[in-house]
């Protein structure tokens, strides 16, 4: 750490002695290998926090290299962004842009690796197992839809509309566009054998190609070999010349699928405008824009004709980009989780649109041009405020899958039931208002596959619902449901039945009716037919139980 760096750290010293909390910081510190555990055991041994913190600037002032970096990174990493930003005025103070560690320098070393943090916003398949949303990856390839990310010790590829990358406050610097992804490996030979000595290594026996992804100042770096990561002594590894070539827009068009399209994923690269070469791509077709930092979409968009796909989800727009309402071409358009609210009376113009995503923008009404995109297939408006829907939205005549969860019904939307093309229908609100009834005309819905209202406070169902001969799952948990119809047991194609979190004390005596059911969940219910104790052995338990009692019944 140099003159300057201390002086920052001597500047903000009871500021850090007042707010900051070292419990989760030591193990960050410890993973950058600013300290080893050791070190860290003996500061952490101190009797109050304000002697610990004390301490740790202490400690953090005698090492060299870049330790103020790293130290802003452990802050960021455990929550204390606020803090991480006072170490930033070294930077500014001289005149400099502090490095966001996401562009690369002229002079900067090109064999320095970087990877990036993103956090899982949908349930994931990963090797053997669901990412959940809120989990934490370490993204190590970026060059295609398809993310290598590494989770625990486990490395694997993973969808990137799953993802949204985590950016720092400095990456809110607007910098020219860069067209690279963010991330960066490096591929190594291992030249010496490398026999695990401690937690997390790898034994490699030398010959292998590994990716290196981590590469701390001192100690260990962090590979990856096939589906394995772990750490590896780097005097065993030979870094691989001519990497890291930079692949224009045109060479990373992907052109695949059944029919071919053109794709472009540009997705996580903190671009806070587009780049020029980007408008000369006019075959492409599908464009993904996603967790970027752009505010505003420019007007030449309308050079690329046949881009019928656009991502541009988790962004930071501020209005509805009005160049979208001249791309009448457009099908399928993403705009959630952005920084506007309302939409644009003209979007009625984007007639051919088959899917419009408009997830978590707080929405409050919906503009009934909104009700005559007649070719709309798919509508999702997850996380608004909406109450209600105007009748007009009898109009969507072909629309299919309609998720309106976590909005603020405090009646169920009794215009949902004209739709009757629907197959799939969310209405879980997990959080704000409630609704208690379902109204008899869900039976209209004969087409429905999918139905959730969990999280509200239905106390009853209606036996109507029997009449929905196509649906498959059905998840009503965390209401307030104290029975259960036995018209429901007329779902034969019922896969997936999830009733907890209610107030059940009977379940129909018609359930082994079920024959298509898979998926059974009733826990948190004060079940007494069937007992719990059957209950938690099982459906074929359940079923063999309801059938025994039946034939008891029938012989007395």
Same mark, same amino acid.
């Given at each position: 750490?140099?003159?300057?760096?201390?002086?920052?750290?001597?500047?903000?010293?009871?500021?850090?002695?007042?707010?900051?909390?070292?419990?989760?910081?030591?193990?960050?510190?410890?993973?950058?290998?600013?300290?080893?555990?050791?070190?860290?055991?003996?500061?952490?041994?101190?009797?109050?926090?304000?002697?610990?913190?004390?301490?740790?600037?202490?400690?953090?002032?005698?090492?060299?290299?870049?330790?103020?970096?790293?130290?802003?990174?452990?802050?960021?990493?455990?929550?204390?962004?606020?803090?991480?930003?006072?170490?930033?005025?070294?930077?500014?103070?001289?005149?400099?842009?502090?490095?966001?560690?996401?562009?690369?320098?002229?002079?900067?070393?090109?064999?320095?690796?970087?990877?990036?943090?993103?956090?899982?916003?949908?349930?994931?398949?990963?090797?053997?197992?669901?990412?959940?949303?809120?989990?934490?990856?370490?993204?190590?390839?970026?060059?295609?839809?398809?993310?290598? /990310?590494?989770?625990?010790?486990?490395?694997?590829?993973?969808?990137?509309?799953?993802?949204?990358?985590?950016?720092?406050?400095?990456?809110?610097?607007?910098?020219?566009?860069?067209?690279?992804?963010?991330?960066?490996?490096? /591929?190594?030979?291992?030249?010496?054998?490398?026999?695990?000595?401690?937690?997390?290594?790898?034994?490699?026996?030398?010959?292998?190609?590994?990716?290196?992804?981590?590469?701390?100042?001192?100690?260990?770096?962090?590979?990856?070999?096939?589906?394995?990561?772990?750490?590896?002594?780097?005097?065993?590894?030979?870094?691989?010349?001519?990497?890291?070539?930079?692949?224009?827009?045109?060479?990373?068009?992907?052109?695949?699928?059944?029919?071919?399209?053109?794709?472009?994923?540009?997705?996580?690269?903190?671009?806070?405008?587009?780049?020029?070469?980007?408008?000369?791509?006019?075959?492409?077709?599908?464009?993904?824009?996603?967790? &970027?930092?752009?505010?505003?979409?420019?007007?030449?968009?309308?050079?690329?004709?046949?881009?019928?796909? =656009?991502?541009?989800?988790?962004?930071?727009?501020?209005?509805?980009?009005?160049?979208?309402?001249?791309?009448?071409?457009?099908?399928?358009?993403?705009?959630?989780?952005?920084?506007?609210?309302?939409?644009?009376?003209?979007?009625?113009?984007?007639?051919?649109?088959?899917?419009?995503?408009?997830?978590? =923008?707080?929405?409050?009404?919906?503009?009934?041009?909104?009700?005559?995109?007649? &070719?709309?297939?798919?509508?999702?408006?997850?996380?608004?405020?909406?109450?209600?829907?105007?009748?007009?939205?009898?109009?969507?005549?072909?629309?299919?899958?309609?998720?309106?969860?976590?909005?603020?019904?405090?009646?169920?939307?009794?215009?949902?039931?004209?739709?009757?093309?629907?197959?799939?229908?969310?209405?879980?609100?997990?959080?704000?208002?409630?609704?208690?009834?379902?109204?008899?005309?869900?039976?209209?819905?004969?087409?429905?596959?999918?139905?959730?209202?969990? &999280?509200?406070?239905?106390?009853?169902?209606?036996?109507?619902?029997?009449?929905?001969?196509?649906?498959?799952?059905?998840?009503?948990?965390?209401?307030?449901?104290?029975?259960?119809?036995?018209?429901?047991?007329?779902?034969?194609?019922?896969?997936?039945?999830?009733?907890?979190? &209610?107030?059940?004390?009977?379940?129909?005596?018609?359930?082994?009716?079920?024959?298509?059911?898979?998926?059974?969940?009733?826990?948190?219910?004060?079940?007494?037919?069937?007992?719990?104790?059957?209950?938690?052995?099982?459906?074929?338990?359940?079923?063999?139980?309801?059938?025994?009692?039946?034939?008891?019944?029938?012989?007395?």
């Amino acid at each position: 750490m140099d003159e300057e760096d201390r002086k920052v750290l001597t500047k903000h010293t009871q500021r850090f002695e007042e707010e900051l909390q070292v419990d989760d910081l030591y193990i960050a510190l410890a993973s950058k290998g600013v300290f080893d555990f050791k070190v860290l055991k003996e500061t952490k041994a101190l009797e109050t926090r304000e002697d610990q913190v004390r301490s740790l600037l202490q400690l953090l002032m005698t090492r060299e290299g870049d330790t103020l970096t790293k130290f802003s990174e452990a802050l960021m990493e455990t929550d204390q962004g606020h803090l991480a930003e006072l170490l930033t005025t070294a930077a500014d103070s001289n005149g400099d842009q502090p490095d966001n560690g996401l562009y690369e320098d002229v002079n900067a070393d090109p064999r320095m690796v970087r990877t990036i943090l993103a956090v899982a916003v949908t349930p994931m398949r990963f090797r053997d197992f669901l990412l959940q949303p809120g989990d934490e990856v370490i993204v190590v390839n970026q060059e295609s839809s398809q993310w290598t /990310v590494v989770h625990g010790t486990l490395v694997g590829q993973v969808d990137s509309a799953g993802l949204r990358v985590k950016y720092e406050p400095q990456d809110y610097i607007v910098r020219p566009p860069a067209t690279r992804p963010l991330v960066r490996t490096l /591929v190594a030979k291992v030249v010496k054998p490398h026999q695990a000595s401690g937690p997390y290594q790898l034994t490699l026996q030398g010959g292998e190609n590994v990716v290196v992804i981590e590469q701390p100042h001192t100690g260990p770096w962090t590979v990856v070999c096939g589906d394995q990561v772990g750490r590896v002594d780097p005097a065993c590894l030979e870094l691989t010349e001519g990497q890291n070539v930079e692949l224009s827009l045109q060479e990373q068009i992907y052109k695949g699928g059944h029919p071919e399209v053109a794709a472009l994923n540009i997705q996580g690269r903190a671009l806070h405008s587009l780049p020029n070469e980007l408008f000369r791509l006019t075959e492409l077709q599908h464009l993904y824009l996603a967790d &970027n930092l752009l505010t505003s979409l420019p007007d030449d968009l309308l050079k690329l004709p046949n881009v019928v796909r =656009l991502d541009a989800n988790r962004n930071k727009l501020r209005a509805f980009p009005e160049v979208l309402v001249q791309m009448e071409q457009l099908e399928d358009l993403n705009l959630g989780e952005n920084d506007f609210n309302s939409l644009p009376s003209d979007i009625g113009k984007l007639i051919k649109l088959k899917k419009l995503w408009l997830k978590n =923008l707080g929405l409050s009404t919906l503009p009934i041009a909104v009700c005559f995109l007649r &070719n709309l297939h798919t509508l999702n408006l997850h996380g608004n405020r909406l109450n209600g829907f105007d009748d007009e939205i009898v109009n969507l005549t072909a629309l299919a899958t309609l998720d309106v969860s976590s909005n603020q019904f405090t009646k169920f939307p009794k215009q949902i039931c004209a739709l009757t093309s629907l197959q799939r229908l969310y209405l879980g609100q997990l959080h704000g208002h409630k609704f208690k009834v379902i109204p008899d005309g869900i039976a209209n819905l004969t087409q429905l596959k999918v139905l959730a209202v969990d &999280n509200n406070h239905l106390t009853s169902l209606p036996a109507s619902i029997g009449k929905l001969e196509n649906l498959e799952t059905f998840h009503a948990h965390k209401n307030k449901l104290s029975a259960v119809p036995d018209e429901i047991c007329q779902l034969s194609k019922l896969q997936s039945l999830w009733l907890h979190g &209610n107030a059940i004390r009977k379940l129909p005596k018609t359930l082994d009716q079920l024959v298509s059911l898979q998926d059974l969940r009733v826990e948190g219910n004060p079940l007494s037919y069937p007992p719990m104790s059957v209950c938690q052995k099982g459906i074929g338990a359940m079923k063999k139980f309801i059938q025994e009692e039946r034939e008891l019944h029938e012989m007395a």
